[in-house]
């Protein structure tokens, strides 16, 4: 179907979206596209790939300054227009944690893109011509479905917790951006003095309260997606055991020969109410077996990614050091006694065998849970990456507000913060501007 | 026949004079025919013009070649600069007026003006053609006009009533009749019609006052003009005065609410949320003790109505006697003795939603409405309606397509895409917060945004294009040189500019970006400091924006690419795939021009959007 070159080559803002579900697959693949896309990937990566061929590269949060590696991902450039959506666009396949899916997101966000709204690739693909009406029109209605499952979603949201607290804020900032543009508007109608500083010091407040929110530890996407514990250790510790005995079935091989588990196994349980991964890996230890070799590549990767690790060995095979955060158990204790502590932190001494210790360890790992899981401060928890993105522009836009030379300018980065929460709460017209402006204050000669 | 014409507008108010002025320009046979040759030109109320926002209409309106900064001008008598201490995008020039020098300015440019002539009548009736089309009007002393295309800006007189609190008595504005036939007939035609109000304080005799007892606010030290064909204000310059209202004075007024004929309910018509009366400003401010007033003059000691001072702030439609005891509870107006007392006026408005962007009436081809008839309110919106309504007036006639003005083009095309769009619920006037791409459309750049726009109209004379084509090459180079010349972060910080010392060399235009101060700009760049102030200021505005304005253009791409995609009038929804009653509901009550306006439909899906626009884009290419 022939299409104005016009539009064809019209600019759009770089847009992204997770293309695969969010079920928990292995792989989790972000497509991006728009202008600029190139930048953006440059800025992931340090140089672009060749283009249309995967090659595997780390993924920085910024590549020049080598600030925050994300991932190791499968990489596809895909210049425009030969491709789905006709523009500059690029796919990372990503490993599917949540934490790396949002951390990735994340950066996106600081490169300039943002969230694409439901059915956009395919309304940019339609744009630039690349699928045609019958195609379109497909596609619509698989996006339909969807829309209204998001639909629900979002509306069950806006009864919560959640939507009472976005609301809380966008009716803040539309009161703010009010007082604003009364002082813009009316400077001779001796709008009382303090109105500007009042402003600020909100503005502030704002800022503060959602960029807590945003550090909550992404308790809410943990919810969500549930937890993941990572069980590591030298090869033989009794890893498998212990996954068996948690998952209270034998998901894993349990052998006397050391390097039996050669890759990452993975079973969903529940643990304090919360849906809990717990991943068994291989031993971990100094291999020429290529295959285990890389089973403790992946091994390391989870501890890496893991919200929680549990340290496991036996007295012999003691560590000396603890990986960060982790929970050390020595396990066999019906063979030799467990160490005090390492680095100061208490050991925890089970034998799986004699079943001793376990509900001493039971406990251990459902504290942890509530912990990382639980809202103890002010503000329940982000639970979708969408609203993460959104608040973070808010929160990039108040900052600048309160740094900015001059009042139309904070207006601007004002409204532009007002615009981002307004995804999350319906948008704000002028009109409800100016009833808030002359709601407050007496204007008009 | 003598009394055939291209366009014929009716109303002399300033829409009506903009209109009739570009109308002319624009090459048309124009006729302006209005009650009262003698009111031609004059402010019903506040003889003031411009403020924020409004100040940018009266920039677009001289980029435009009409007259309103070119009179305000000549009769400015006390020029400020609102909003001096913010940013150039939301400064807002005003200017006070003698009265008379302003009428007189405005008649001095309409009679100047070639091709249009003017008539004092009564106009009663619209005549139309077989095919529905206008096709000329009649008098009230039978004369008839014809013209293809007829322009009406009747104001606040399509059946005006006046009220002195309980007292009404059929009136445009004090002094004048109504037009009550027109508005019968308009009405008969079967347009949407509702009723609005507005209000004007009473006038004092300014030896009652106490007259330099009283604060003073003076004008800016050098006034800077309205029109690029100013070179400076030429008239002397006066200052006001300062009083304010106390607790004695709303205790008055709250004692006397039921007199009132807004607050006993005598008004149907619903008044502006921002220039309320006094009345409504104590009732809903009840916690505020005072209220600030500005004393005008309304002329130069000597001209007519030097005499005359306007208290600002305190509209109102209590009865005169109340209006007196009010008034006298305020510093230095003891003994203020009211020459005319205040007073509401109520009259009929055309739901503009009937309207196209080119200000004609979808209903009745030729026809175009402009001015406070479209529901707004202020001299400025008015002025600014009538000169596009003018120029499409003229283009009719001449069989050209019609022009419109988009809201990234101008606050004209903000509010006339409000007024069609939106409707009105008070009478509407324009904010800077309304316009979304407001750092983008400023006072200052008015002329390179909408002169080389109204070249292509026609209505920019010759005089003004070659005036306009120099400044803008002179922008032009001084932006290139700007950009071109860099330093390395040590001479400019040596010059006192704060940039980090990172090796990366930095343009002019970096440098401005910073907001680097003038002596460290003189040092480094003599040149720039020596250029002519409107050439140097704008390119340090652009460049002090040039984050916001990259954005502001990016969005401005995508809302033409999305509004350059037309939802056909005649458009049937039922026929596109895919959509769900509900969403075929919503498109159908809204009726969105193009794909940009489809969008701005609440509570439609993004699946329903695409599936129209899939349709649409069919279309296009069938
Ligand atoms: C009492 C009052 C208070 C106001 N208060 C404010 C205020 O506080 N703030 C503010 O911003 N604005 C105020 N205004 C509004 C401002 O005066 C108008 O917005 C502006 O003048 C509108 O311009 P216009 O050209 O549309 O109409 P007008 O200036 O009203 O001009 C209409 C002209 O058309 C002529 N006319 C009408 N019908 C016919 C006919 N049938 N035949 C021939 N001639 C006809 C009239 O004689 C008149 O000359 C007030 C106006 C009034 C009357
Ligand atoms: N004595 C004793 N033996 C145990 C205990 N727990 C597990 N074992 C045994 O230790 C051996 C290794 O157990 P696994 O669970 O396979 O060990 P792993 O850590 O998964 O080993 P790799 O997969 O090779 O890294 C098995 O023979 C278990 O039966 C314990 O508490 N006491
Ligand atoms: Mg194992």
Redesign the pocket.
Known sequence: MPTPSALRTQPLEPIFALATGTARAAIAVMRVSGTGSDAILRRLLGTLPAPRKASLRRLWRDAVHRTDALDDALVLWLPGPANYTGEDSFELHLHAGPAIVSAVASALVEAGARPAEPGEFTRRAFLHGRIDLTEAEGIADLIEAETEAQRKQALAQSEGRLGTLYRGWADRLRNVLARQEALIDFPDEDLPPEVEAALLTETAALRDEISAHLADGERGERIRRGLTIAIVGPPNAGKSTLLNHLAERQAAIVSPVAGTTRDAIEIVTMLAGVRVTLVDTAGLRETTDPIEAEGVKRAMFHVEHADCVVQMFFAEAAPDHLLPGALPVCNKIDLAPAPFTIEDVPVLGISLRDETGLAALQENLERRVRELTASGSIAPPLTRARHRAAAMVAHEHLKAALAVDWPEMRGEELRLAMRALGRLTGEVGVEDLLDTVFGQFCI?? | MKNQFDVIV????????EAAAAAARCGARTVL????ME??G?????PAIGGIG?GHLVREIDALDGLMGRAADAAGIHFKLLNRSKGPAVHGPRAQADRGLYRDAIHTLLHATENLTLLE????DLNLAPDGSVSGVT??DGRTFTAPSVV???????R?V?HFGHDTQPA???G????N??GRRLEALGLPMGRLK???PARLDRASIDWESLAEDAGDAQPEPFSRLTERITNPQISCRITATNERTHDIIRDSLHLSAVYSGAIAGRG?RY?PSIEDKVVRFAERTSHQIFLEPEALPGNPGGDLVYPNGI?TSLPPAVQERMIRTMAGLENARIVRPG???EYDYIDPRALTHSLELRAIPGLFM?????G????????A??LLAGVNAAHRAAGNTPVTLSRSDAYIGVMIDDLVTQGVSE?Y?MFTSRAEYRLTLRADNADLRLTPIGETWGCVDTMRATLFGQTRVAIQSATERAAQETWLPAPLIAAGVSVSPDGRRRSLLDVLATGAKADAIGLLAPWFVALPPRIRLHVETEARYSGYLARQEREIRQLHNESSIIVPEDFDFSRVGGLSAEMRERFERAHPANFAAAQRIPGVTPSALMALLAHLKQQQAA
């Open positions: 008009g000669k | 009716v109303g002399g108010g300033h829409a009506g004079c025919l209005t009650h009262r009111t031609v004059a402010m019903s109320c506040n409004k009548a009564a106009v009663d008098c009230e009406i800006a009747a104001g606040t007189f399509l005006g006046i445009g504005r004090v004048d009749r109504p037009a036939a027109l507005t209000g004007t502006p220039c509209s007073y509401a006026v402009a001015g406070q008839i479209n707004t309110t202020g001299y400025e919106e008015a002025g309606q009538g009478p006037r």
